[in-house]
């Protein structure tokens, strides 16, 4: 077993390291095949099921990557954490939370029966799609483009660069989503809406539309892990107790109808998109001596083969592995 | 502003300290008019709804108390906790985990309908009633005394002493809760417990008539917070996975259907009672430069004017304001 | 085909008609394997599958009977006819239907989960057993023997002797119906019960395991079709507001979830019981120049092996049947 | 009280009822005051609250008009048996049903809970908006002019000419109904429509706007009530099984969530609309000695003034004085 601590500021210990990643991606790549990959739309299928990738990236500049990591994919679902966000930072957090509840559901993600039960019908959680939809039209912002512009602008911060929509999947997303116009309408209906819905819609649509890559997903996370804090540079992207309360949300309804068993198994705040990726990420508190490391980085995952509730099977396996071999679990 | 770190070495720190929690709960005991005292039980209405007092456990028998410290109540919910943590040191955690899900509701703690709209018929998690229940039924043993003899050995070992069942509230329990009946019936039914429903009832009643004090909670926190193990004898009191595990299910459905919404402007796992005791903590992870002493400390609250949702109102508030002067939020 | 009318008042037409109806109940017997016997209760289960027998009771004695019609069978849930009927007698029908109301649900009739969607939690209809528990609730008289003093009473007025209680059947319901005490444990939270609940249940499941015949079902629904009175005595055994409301309840809530199916496709009030016996009637105003006879007749059926929603299979498909030959529907 | 029979073949007779019917609508007039009108468009919110009118169209052009007759509405959800109808005589009566059930649901009329409750995702009933919207989608024809052509030709051969389409209702409609379209999207995905979805609901729109009068509607219920058939000159408008199963209908679904207390406390076939309409109907075998002429008679009635459940209160309270003046219900 491990010797000493493995700080990374080593190449012997980076090499070292890596090898364990290697091996713990080459073997939860089998579990690809307990997964299927979305099909409603005709490009998410195309996917190969058997991908699986991961980034993870710390401070100093510290990464590891294994995997199939070279793979692009759409956002979809985790662009609910950026969203939601930059609506907290352009409308204040208690302005976006007087119109989406911060309460998980126990039902799946496009859940619509939730709105009718509870009265009045405030939406959940900003991570059904509901409630994304809705934070979606508190952007602030005429039409898609301006309402998306900030959203792009936090990720350039983040990532480094400026992501592109894939017009493609946009286009089927705009063509397909029946169930997410029918939650719409409802919102619509229930006057939860800020922004016309054609516009509200057409963002959601174009954000989940955002390429990306485990990369891309790590370093989303380590801003997060780091209360929105870039850990090198010390410059503040995202204000401190809008991070912290996403962190909360992540753990709390971040992985679909199954963010209570992830919370318990692996016990870091996550988000899962359907297109198979995954951001989680360790807290700053999340310490660990013979790991040092592991302080509030972020991780980004990518297997597009999905379990039944929408969410990356063999990621989650490996996350869970991860997290317990690292001992990163908040709790 | 505080000065230097306060380890409450020194008098002069731990005085100091004091003043602070005085002041906060003496501001935050208004606030218990907003609430009202649970009244299915006719003990718990009598109890003084003006009540709110705290305590706070950490290392090295470090603790801070304040406000109406003396009074006995009831755990109620709060002992599901520890049904929970005993069936899974018997049964192993699985086997529990097989019976009962780890996801949270969206609905209110004695929700029966959520039974039936899920197939199959496995209740939400352990701190619904349903979920509850079932665990209950897990312990071993032919009749509640057997049943609870573990229970009252672990709180023993916890809080240091042997507590009592109020007899009153008990037999109180026993007659009134036509709903924990209701449920235990359709549980029944669908085949989910292990003892016959008479001797699970029985017990849950018992269980939650266990008498207790903000001081026993706070203790019962301290063991918890620190994954199980007392923090100065070093002695195992809860292997620690299943104090890990404990602690997720905690902060995602501890606090009924505010769960989310404790996590969110909380950010510490807790769990409330119906008779207005919560017992939360800081996992050992939580540090702070400044208030070292808070470093998984465990905390006992107790206000009997409840909030719509079941948890004392002035308890949540307070707890909200500690943990933000603290910093106490995992996230 | 028939010629002139059969309105059975030579022998030589009643042979004639009792040939066709030797038929069909040949023909639709061979419908029987297509259901299962119900199980939860063993004597229950002990049922024959093959079963299927018929009794049809018109004005003037007249009768015809086909197929198994000398098997006794428990009542079951057509006692929900009964207890509804003496508790609107006893209280009359404002007070009855201001604690069940008369709508049909689209759940399943032992379905919990809208009591707890509605608010208040006044039972749907006094047909699925919320409802019928509440109503056997109403009856007059401290204990089962009293309360169901008066259900015995009218039906011997209706059948002409005093059926007996099964007791082995009562002693099944009795330890077995966990969901019945679960729904009546829930009533009672609600306040919704006017007995004691133990003798609220067991006044249930004596009234379910009343011992009956075909031929008692037919006369039953003989004196319900003619408005409560008996055609040749022109006794009135039923006031007649009740006996047309209880129409009008069975019409909508008769069939369990099957009951909109039911009348359109049939289109006479019915009521089914989990033994496999249906209740039907042709209310007076179907008239019918080739077969007067029908004119306010009474239909028994017992078919044990039920379809999903607990009608029996066979049954339905020779009522349905025999409504079309004898344009039996309402509408 | 009434001396000899009233079957209207004299003028005296007439006239003599006609003063029975003036009072009735005076006394129940006074009622309108109980409700409100539909505000959700703003034509519809203009309607006079204390209108109230009735026609009352029996055979050999028997008829009595009363009260505020003259005022023409939208016939809204009335529409529903009509679309029903002709899509039963397009695609034929069980490729309907198995698209749409006939349950009654115990839910609003616009509830989209029970579509994601139930599997499959068959609409409960075609009177609920999620089955006509359905059901909409089965009539033949490219565009709205092509499906409804056959409405408006049913409806010619029933009231005598064409009605026309209120254009600034539908307008209001296609710009205001955020629910509908929130259904019509949830259809959309489950795969339920046989059309377009927009093009199935502009012609949903257009046939909820179609204007009508008290007179219209009793011509249609004249029709229906005589099993399809034009009573005086024979001529056969609706299939007989077709106008059949949609009088069953109307008796367990026409009056939203009011349905099973309609049936009960009135108990003839109804189908309200959100304008105030009602569409009533004496089976043909309701027949009253001392009344001949309600015989297969079909009722209009005009309130705008709901009560809660979308049913006009003062039409609801005519009809059921009436139905028990004269004895119509079918039980």
Known sequence: MVQGTMNLNTQIDKEWLQNYVDDWVAFY????????????????????PDHLGIAIYGK???NITSG???VTFTIQSISKILTFIVACMER?????????????????????????MKSPNKPFNPFVNAGAITVTSLLEGKNSQEKLEPVFELLEKMIGYRPIINQQVFASEDETSARNRAIGYYLLETESLESPLDVTLETYFKQCSIETTVTDLAKIGLILANDGEDPDSEEEII??????????IMLTCGMYDASGKFATYVG???KSG???GIVALAP??????????????????YGPALEERGNSVAGMKLLKHIASQWDLSIF
Do not use: W
């Open 284 to 301: 700053p508190r999340v310490r660990n001596a013979q790991f040092p490391f592991i302080e509030g980085c972020g991780i980004g995952v």
């Open 239 to 248: 204000p401190r107790q809008i991070a912290r309360i996403t962190k909360a």
């Open 29 to 48: 790549q089998k579990t690809t095949e307990e997964g299927k990959v979305a099909s409603y739309i005709p490009v998410l299928a195309e996917a190969n």
């Open 268 to 270: 870091i705040p996550a």
């Open 274 to 276: 359907v297109s198979g």
């Open 68 to 70: 199939d990591t070279d």
């Open 60 to 62: 100093n500049g510290m």
């Open 92 to 116: 204040g957090v208690s302005y976006v939370l007087d119109r989406v509840d911060v309460e998980p559901t126990g039902e799946a993600f496009n859940s619509i029966m939730h709105l009718e």
